[in-house]
C-alpha cells in the first residue's frame, strides 16, 4: 500500500519547497507532506533524531506513514553520507508504517532543477515574459559542485528572484524522465518515495 502521508526532514526551506513538490509529482495520487527545515546541513545531522519523534504525532496524534530525512552530499559519497545519517539513527525504533528513510543528493539540489531547462524556462516565461536563452550544459547536472551558485545566476540573469517559491514552480514542472535520465541519484529518491 503506499503512502498516503510523508514528513521530510531537509536543510532548509528551499529544499521543502522542491521536496514537496517533487513527492506530490511522483506520488499516484494526493498525499500530505509534512517538511520540518534545520537551517542548515550541521543542523540537520544534529536535530533530525529528535525530528523523527514529531513526525510521530503530525497527523492528528499518529504517526505519518513514511519519514525521509534529506541532504545534499556537498561532494561527498552519497552513499557514505547516508550511512554517517544512518549510524546517527542505529537501534531507535520509530512507529512509521513504511520506515524511515535518509537519502543524500548527489551534491546539492539545485542540480536536479538544471537538468531540465525547459522547466526553468516555462517558469521564467510565466513570471517574465523571457525564455531562457541559455543551453543545457553537456555536463551531468549532479557532477556540478557548483550548481547552487550556476542555479541562483541562471534565474537572476533572467529577471527571476531566487526564492523557495520559485524553486517549487520550477520543480512541478520539471519532466520525471528528463530529470530521472540526467540525475541518478533522482531515480534513486523516485524509488524511495514512489512506493
Known sequence: MPANSYGIIVEGDYD???????????ASHDVYVKALSCGGRTNLMRKFPGLLRALEREIDGSPVDMAVV????????????????QATIQGR??????GVHLHAVRNALESWLLADPNAISAVVQKRTGRRVT???SNDAPEDRLDAKETFRKLLIEHGVSSTPLVYSEIAREVDRSVLSQ?????????ELVDC
Open 16 to 26: 521543502a519547497a522542491v521536496y514537496r513538490a517533487v513527492i506530490g509529482r511522483l
Open 182 to 190: 540526467a540525475c541518478p541519484r533522482f531515480r534513486v529518491f523516485g
Open 70 to 85: 534529506i541532504r545534499d552530499a556537498d561532494g561527498k559519497n552519497p552513499e557514505e553520507v547516508e550511512a554517517q545519517m
Open 134 to 136: 541559455r543551453s543545457r
Open 93 to 98: 525504533q520509530y512507529p512509521f508504517r513504511l
